[in-house]
């Protein structure tokens, strides 16, 4: 049963600090979205990428936040620095345009900044 | 810009009763909707989805339909169970040179035995 991979589940650290969130789509997927999910804002979409190129960041406050997708089997999101407001569930989501609709959701990460 | 919304936002039932969620979408051009449960923790799961040719979908003791005339969908659960106890989204795709969902803000349903 393949399913999509994130690293790592848990994340605390302080105000002012990188952190880098890890994803692995399914294999064969070709598209992978970033979500972050609060009890405030319910899931948002913060980046999109198809065939490895950027396609949608708006969702994503750019002067802290940066998505990459170096190979076909890693996607990254970071955040530098990170600030308390960043504290969320960030979910990451892989599917295959083209072919249907469906998203398969990653694990999350739970980030915690103090 | 295209927009979902979900009601109830928390729906109790007794174990055995129905429960129905419903969610409305403004794009009429959307043609993908895909229902999601969230159990606490969890991963949000793709549990059904139904297209713009479908009416009605059903799995067992889950359904969807879908009235596109007045662009609203709804899942249905009968005869629930605790486990079904769960944060449900409804989602509606668009496409705007790539296609992409708009989640509603999720219903928590808590199932009393």
């Known amino acids: 049963d393949a399913r999509v991979t994130q690293t790592p589940r848990h994340k605390v650290t302080e105000m002012g600090q990188e952190v880098t969130m890890r994803c692995q789509p399914i294999?064969?997927?070709?598209?992978v979205f970033w979500y972050r999910q609060t009890m405030m804002q319910g899931l948002e979409l913060l980046a999109y990428f198809r065939n490895r190129a950027p396609l949608d960041d708006s969702g994503m406050p750019k002067d802290r936040f940066s998505a990459e997708m170096p190979d076909a089997t890693l996607a990254t999101l970071k955040i530098q620095p990170s600030e308390p407001r960043d504290s969320a569930v960030y979910f990451c989501?892989?599917?295959?345009?083209?072919?249907?609709?469906?998203?398969?959701f990653g694990p999350g990460t739970r980030l915690t900044v103090t | 810009g295209e927009n979902v919304e979900q009601h109830p936002s928390t729906l109790s039932v007794q174990e055995g009763d129905s429960a129905v969620i419903k969610c409305t979408y403004s794009?009429?051009?959307?043609?993908?909707f895909p229902w999601y449960k969230q159990e606490l923790g969890k991963r949000p799961q793709l549990i059904m989805d139904?297209?713009?040719?479908?009416g009605e979908k059903k799995d067992q003791r889950i359904a969807v339909t879908l009235n596109k005339t007045a662009k609203h969908f709804s899942l249905h659960i009968t005869e629930t169970q605790p486990e079904d106890s769960a944060v449900y989204f409804c989602a509606a795709s668009i496409l705007t040179g790539f296609q992409k969902l708009v989640f509603g803000t999720g219903t928590r349903l808590l199932v009393s035995p």
């Open positions: 294999l064969g997927h070709n598209t």
């Open positions: 989501a892989s599917g295959r345009t083209g072919v249907s609709y469906e998203q398969y």
């Open positions: 794009d009429s051009a959307s043609n993908y």
């Open positions: 139904i297209r713009s040719n479908v």
